[in-house]
């Protein structure tokens, strides 16, 4: 039998599909006798006591899921997330230079210092990646500090203000779709996919609107043998070029083409979406966590 700890925080716990995934997570590692506790911040000296652990709390190299995930490592255990992948992924610039290495299908995608950020240049990027362009923060998440621009002086003021926190940003082609695919992968195997689709008049998983109210996408379930090889191989090789851990690969799909928008750590695993086609999903991440051969494709 072996102790896993899912390392998580209140707020993790409000919304029901999250709720009800975790207990899900207990209910399949309980099912293959092994145990599973849930541990808070406060108890996070008790990791010791366990075999592995899996963060499920939003990362952040700068929050107290990055101290969780480094103790882990250093007392050997096995962790969802590894802290590289946190690392890698909660830095937009470092993830799409991993990308760009390892030739994954993106858009076109520069990066831009502080003093490239003026309306000069944005001539010239609109004339090669066309009109308009998306802007991202590196630390952007959950559609927050993604923006799109159409004229030079949007692409300042938004740059600027992207520039508060950073020295750099992330300028991209648009590429509009009526639906994001998000691959949860898992140690080189696809486990889930699922397709985000955009809120009316939206082109965000999280749309926010200039009134501030922010419409959510909504999520279909295809089973993984109607999904294209096509698909599941662009977000492996993505996987791959971020690390060895659980990600979301988020990925347009144009005329039968891929492109990978971001890899995610920390994916979603809401119980109802991301296992409604797969309910294996709990199993599998149990069995990697206590280093047993796992489904997946």
Request: charged share 30%; net charge negative; proline share 4%.
């Amino acid at each position: 039998m072996a102790r896993i700890a899912i390392f998580t925080e209140r707020y993790t716990i409000s919304r029901s599909p999250e709720l009800t995934s975790l207990s899900n997570f207990r209910l399949a590692a309980f099912q293959m006798g092994h145990q599973l506790d849930f541990v808070f911040r406060n108890d996070i000296q008790l990791l010791e006591n366990y075999d592995a652990v899996f963060i499920r709390a939003l990362t952040d190299p700068m929050n107290v899921t990055y101290v969780v995930s480094r103790m882990a490592e250093m007392k050997g255990k096995r962790v969802l997330d590894d802290s590289e992948s946190i690392r890698i992924c909660c830095d937009k610039v470092y993830m799409y230079k991993r990308l760009m290495r390892d030739n994954v299908s993106l858009p076109d995608t520069v990066f831009l210092d502080s003093d490239e950020v003026i309306e000069e240049n944005a001539h010239e990027l609109f004339e090669t990646l066309g009109v308009p362009l998306v802007l991202k923060a590196p630390e952007s998440s959950f559609s927050a500090k993604v923006e799109k621009v159409s004229d030079p002086q949007e692409f300042v003021r938004i740059g600027k203000r992207f520039l508060r926190r950073t020295d750099r940003i992330i300028a991209q082609q648009f590429i509009p779709s009526d639906f994001d695919w998000r691959v949860v992968t898992l140690a080189g195997k696809a486990l889930a996919v699922v397709k985000y689709v955009m809120p009316k008049n939206g082109w965000r998983i999280y749309d926010r609107r200039e009134d501030g109210k922010t419409s959510v996408c909504t999520v279909q379930c295809p089973p993984m043998s109607e999904v294209s090889k096509g698909l599941i191989d662009v977000a492996l090789s993505a996987s791959r070029a971020v690390g060895n851990g659980l990600y979301g690969v988020d990925i347009k799909e144009v005329n039968g083409e891929f492109f990978v928008i971001e890899v995610n750590d920390n994916p979603n695993i809401d119980a109802g979406f991301e296992d409604e086609a797969n309910p294996e999903i709990y199993s599998s991440i149990v069995k990697y966590l206590v280093g047993e051969d796992f489904e997946g494709i």
